[in-house]
C-alpha cells in the first residue's frame, strides 16, 4: 500500500461571461463586486484536461501545464490545495480505513487544447479543472457548487466552469465567501442552437493582468461604480431571462452592452487600460454591419480582458455570420495570431 498511486483525470470547458465579473471586494479571496453570467463552450474545442495523482513516494506537490512545469506555491493554487486537503483530512478522521492522502504530496498534469497564451480564458478551465481532478481523487463528497467556492480562490471566473451550459456567479454577502458560489441557469441542452466562434485578434499575453486591471479599476473610476452598483444588477436579471427563454435578440443586446459597459470602465480608469485594439473594433463593426443587414440581431461580440472577440449566434444563422466573417476577414489583416486561428468555428450541441 507504501507504493500505492492514486489517480483521477477530469475535463473543465472555458466559460466566455456575457454579463463580466471586473472587480473584487476581497483580492485574498476573490470575492466580486457584481454578479456575472456566461455561456460554456463546448468541450470539444476548448477544454482542460487534468490528471491528479499522489502517492508515498512524492516528494514535492508538483504541477505540469502542456509539458512545462509551472509554479504551484503561488497563493491561489495554493488557497485551492489547502481546503481540498483539508476536506479530504475532514474524510479520513470519519473514516479510519480511508488512506492517508492528504498527508502525500500532490503531482498534477494539464493539459489545454488551445493557445494558454492567447487570452481565452484558459485559467477559468484551468482552476475549474485542476479543483475536480483533486476532490475526485480525494473522493471527496462535494456538489458542483461546494467546488465552485474552491475554485473561485483560484481565479474568479473559474468558479462558472464547473457548471455547463449557461452559469451564474451570486457575488454573496458574507466576508467568508460561503455564499459567493456559481449556479446554473441552464444546461447546454437547453438552448442546442446557440453557437459561438472566436476571432483571435492577437495570441499574444494581455498586458495589464484581470488582477491589476480590476484593482485600478476599482481604486481609481466612478463609472465603475455605477456599473457595479446600477448597471450589472438590473441586466442579471434580464440576461437570465432571455436564456431561460431562448430569447437570443435580448441576450446579444445585453452582451454586447455589457462588452461595451465593461471596456469603457477600462477606459476610465487611471492610467486607462486598452484590451480592445483596431482588430477588435472590425469585428465590433463587422457585427453592427450583420445585424443591420439582418434587421434584428443575429450576431452578438463579447471581448475579455484581450483584443480576441467572440461572436456568439444561432445554428440558423451560421452562413451569415460566419460566411460574412470569413469573407470581410479574408480583406483584413491582423487576425492571423502566431498560434491562434483568423477564424474558429465552435459548435455547441451537447
Ligand atoms: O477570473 P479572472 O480573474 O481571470 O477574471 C476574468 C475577467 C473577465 O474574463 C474579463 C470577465 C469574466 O467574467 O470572465
Redesign the pocket.
Same mark, same amino acid.
Given at each position: 500500500a507504501e507504493e500505492e498511486v492514486y489517480r483521477a483525470s477530469t475535463y473543465a470547458p472555458v466559460n466566455i461571461?456575457v454579463i463580466?465579473?471586473?472587480g473584487k471586494r476581497d483580492t485574498k479571496l476573490n470575492l466580486p463586486t457584481n454578479s456575472?453570467l =456566461?455561456v460554456t463552450l463546448s468541450q470539444d474545442d476548448l477544454r482542460t484536461h487534468t490528471t491528479a495523482s499522489c502517492s508515498a513516494q512524492l516528494s514535492k506537490d508538483t504541477l505540469l501545464l502542456n509539458g512545462e512545469g509551472q509554479d504551484i506555491s503561488s497563493t491561489r493554487t495554493q488557497a485551492c490545495l489547502r481546503e481540498l486537503r483539508s476536506l479530504r483530512q475532514q474524510l479520513e478522521a470519519k473514516h479510519a480505513t480511508a488512506p492517508k492522502l492528504s498527508q502525500m504530496k500532490l503531482k498534477i498534469v494539464s493539459e489545454n487544447n488551445f493557445p494558454t497564451a492567447a487570452g481565452l480564458?484558459s485559467?477559468?478551465a484551468g482552476f475549474a479543472a485542476l479543483v475536480r481532478a483533486v476532490a475526485d481523487l480525494y473522493q471527496l463528497p462535494a456538489s458542483p457548487t461546494e467546488l465552485s467556492r474552491i475554485a473561485r480562490q483560484g =481565479?474568479?471566473?473559474?468558479c462558472r466552469s464547473l457548471f455547463g451550459g449557461y452559469a451564474g456567479w451570486q457575488m454573496g454577502e458574507k466576508d467568508d465567501g460561503s455564499d459567493s458560489v456559481a449556479y446554473e441557469v441552464a444546461p447546454a441542452s437547453h438552448w442546442p442552437a446557440m453557437r459561438a466562434i472566436i476571432l483571435v485578434a492577437s495570441a499574444e499575453k494581455k498586458d495589464v493582468s484581470?488582477?491589476a486591471g480590476m484593482q485600478q479599476t476599482v481604486a481609481t473610476s466612478a463609472l465603475f461604480q455605477h456599473r457595479a452598483n446600477n448597471v450589472v444588477p438590473k441586466r442579471m436579471n434580464m440576461m437570465e431571462k432571455a436564456m431561460k427563454e431562448r430569447d437570443f435578440e435580448t441576450f446579444a443586446t445585453l452582451t454586447m452592452k455589457d462588452s461595451n459597459n465593461f471596456h469603457a470602465c477600462c477606459l476610465d480608469t487611471e492610467p486607462p487600460i486598452f484590451y480592445m485594439n483596431e482588430t477588435s473594433r472590425a469585428a465590433v463593426r463587422m457585427c453592427e454591419a450583420i445585424n443591420k443587414e439582418a434587421g434584428r440581431s443575429i450576431c452578438a461580440y463579447t471581448f475579455?480582458?484581450g483584443p480576441n472577440a467572440v461572436v456568439y449566434y444561432l445554428k440558423d444563422d451560421e452562413s451569415s455570420v460566419v460566411g460574412t466573417f470569413k469573407s470581410m476577414l479574408g480583406e483584413k489583416t491582423g487576425w492571423e495570431g502566431p498560434r491562434g486561428q483568423a477564424i474558429k468555428a465552435l459548435q455547441k450541441t451537447p
Open positions: 461571461a463580466k465579473y471586473w456575472s =456566461s480564458a485559467s477559468a =481565479s474568479g471566473s473559474a484581470s488582477t475579455d480582458a
